[in-house]
């Protein structure tokens, strides 16, 4: 048989050298890559912090804002006066509408009470009823199922009854 063929191939006195180079290589690309990554948790770790507390604090004025927005898209409808405040002055609700507040549920009079001076978005009932935005959207969807209330653009406004 053929010496050569026993020995292996002509390099392999040098590669366990080699290999071990290759293998120190790697464990410090691993090591580098580790460090990288408990940094970057550490850093999202800390926005988390950060946005929490920035949250926190801006809160109160994206409400008070969103408050105020609900007020003045409120101003721009009383400028033009519909039918139903022609019939009911400018002051509280028609009695049709009084009697459905007395006969749906709480929420559902409280959604007459903040649309009786004109339509508003979801968005902009929101802060007003102090209501999750689900909520807003179920009851308003059951109002309007129920015929009471149309949804024009995105505003829902009381149906003439």
Do not use: C
């Not at 929490?52 to 969103?66: G, N, Q, S, V």
């Not at 409120?74 to 400018?90: F, K, L, M, N, W």
């Not at 649309?115 to 102090?130: C, R, S, W």
């Amino acid at each position: 048989m053929d010496q050569r063929l026993l020995s292996g191939p002509p390099a392999a006195a040098e590669d366990p050298v080699r290999l071990r180079r290759e293998i120190a290589g790697l464990e410090q690309e691993l090591a580098t890559a580790r460090e990288e990554a408990r940094q970057a948790k550490q850093a999202a770790a800390d926005s988390i912090v950060a946005i929490r507390a920035l949250r926190k604090i801006i809160d109160p004025i994206y409400k008070a804002t969103a408050m105020i927005m609900g007020e003045i898209s409120r101003i721009a409808v009383e400028d033009v006066e519909s039918p139903t405040e022609s019939r009911q002055g400018h002051h509280g609700l028609s009695p049709k509408w009084e009697m459905m507040k007395e006969k749906l549920g709480h929420r559902e009079a409280q959604i007459i009470d903040a649309l009786q001076h004109g339509g508003m978005t979801a968005k902009q009932l929101t802060p007003v009823l102090h209501w999750d935005i689900k909520t807003v959207y179920r009851v308003t969807q059951k109002m309007k199922d129920a015929g009471l209330l149309l949804n024009e653009g995105g505003k829902f406004s009381l149906k003439e009854l």
